[in-house]
């Protein structure tokens, strides 16, 4: 969806680096979200955020910290990558009623390897 | 959270419906039943979702047994594009922080 972007779509760090994955969006949503997802496996939820001043642990946020920079920005931070941490990135968006019938619209993603 | 059961794959000829079944016995009576899928690599997409009457949209029909127990998902004439993976997700309503998606359908649509 072109209202959801990502950046970067790929990136290839080294084990320690600090690395920041972008999310904005168009779509006039308040609510973002940001899941990974490994090889074979679903989709988990690290982090969301029900306005810029509201950010909270999803399933599996140890490792990761978020900004919520403004309604239509939203980064996610791994403050020193490590190999397991290589996954497919997907930031995700909703609004009030879009999020009561759990309908999220889903950005391109961003394939992150840590060597 | 109730647990759900899919086909791990299946397959569909180009212009032929495409009945993808979920069992989801365990599913509470709050609990909506939503469907989503992803296109390799790309990140998913909300398809339907209903709670006990049979649903349509532009995408797709969402037939839901009178128990609730199992449900089916109808793309009524596949197409090449169709080709993904399905995933069945009950759910209550406002729990968007509780989306998950687990292993899903593989939907292979063949020529």
């Known amino acids: 969806d072109a209202d959801v972007t990502q950046t970067p779509r790929n990136r290839i760090t080294k084990t320690g680096k600090r690395i920041m994955l972008e999310c904005s969006q168009t779509?006039?949503?308040?609510?973002m979200y940001w899941y990974r997802q490994d090889p074979g496996l679903g989709l988990r939820l690290i982090y969301y955020?029900?306005?810029?001043?509201?950010?909270n642990k999803g399933e599996i946020s140890d490792g990761y910290s978020v900004s919520r920079q403004a309604q239509a920005k939203f980064s996610l931070s791994l403050e020193s990558a490590i190999p397991n941490q290589t996954a497919l990135y997907f930031c995700?968006?909703?609004?009030?009623?879009?999020?009561?019938?759990?309908?999220?619209?889903f950005g391109p993603g961003t394939r992150l390897t840590v060597l | 959270d109730a647990k759900t059961t899919q086909p791990t794959s299946m397959d569909c000829a180009e212009g032929r419906a495409a009945n993808l079944p979920c069992n989801h016995s365990t599913i509470s009576g709050n609990e909506y039943v939503y469907w989503y899928r992803q296109i390799h690599s790309q990140g998913p997409q909300y398809i339907i979702h209903?709670?006990?009457n049979n649903e349509t949209n532009e995408m797709a029909s969402l037939i839901i047994t009178e128990d609730r127990k199992s449900s089916t998902l109808i793309l009524p004439h596949a197409t090449l594009r169709d080709t993904a993976v399905y995933y069945c997700i009950p759910l209550g309503t406002g729990t968007a922080s509780k989306l998950t998606f687990g292993t899903g359908t593989r939907l292979q649509v063949t020529l």
């Open positions: 955020s029900f306005d810029v001043k509201d950010i």
């Open positions: 779509k006039g949503h308040d609510r």
């Open positions: 209903g709670l006990k």
């Open positions: 995700a968006t909703s609004d009030y009623e879009t999020s009561y019938y759990n309908e999220q619209f």
